[in-house]
Nanobody
Framework: QVQLEESGGGLVQPGGSLRLSCAAS??????????MNWYRQAPGKGRELVAT??????DVADSVKGRFTITRDDGKNLVYLHMKSLKPEDTAVYYC????????????WGTGTLVTVSA
């Protein structure tokens, strides 16, 4: 079964750090056939692209620049989102996405992990 599973979410105080992990099973995203993305959706808001890791490099949204970093380990089929200096507005469900380079029909989504930033 093709799937992505996120982990590492939880409650953290403002200014704290978390590392989210995304593990792929049933398929391999190595060789950059897949662009790996992290999205988030805050309560009452739409889904926002937070970070991307593709063969051209990585990128993050302006809202998290300097605080979030995305890394991928293709050998282990893992993607990470490293988050520091967290703010209450970072509170959201974070989703891992594998976007196939040639066919969106092959895209895979995780079920999400909740990050809550609160004192």
């Amino acid at each position: 079964q093709v799937q992505l599973e996120e982990s590492g979410g939880g409650l953290v105080q403002p200014g704290g750090s978390l590392r989210l992990s995304c593990a792929a099973s049933g398929f391999s995203f190595n060789g950059y056939r897949y662009t790996m993305n992290w999205y988030r959706q805050a309560p009452g808001k739409g889904r926002e692209l937070v970070a991307t890791a593709a063969d051209g490099g990585t990128d993050v949204a302006d809202s998290v620049k300097g605080r979030f970093t995305i890394t991928r380990d293709d050998g282990k089929n893992l993607v990470y989102l490293h988050m520091k200096s967290l703010k209450p507005e970072d509170t959201a469900v974070y989703y891992c996405n594998a976007h196939h380079r040639y066919s969106s029909d092959l895209d895979v989504w995780g079920t999400g992990t909740l990050v809550t930033v609160s004192a």
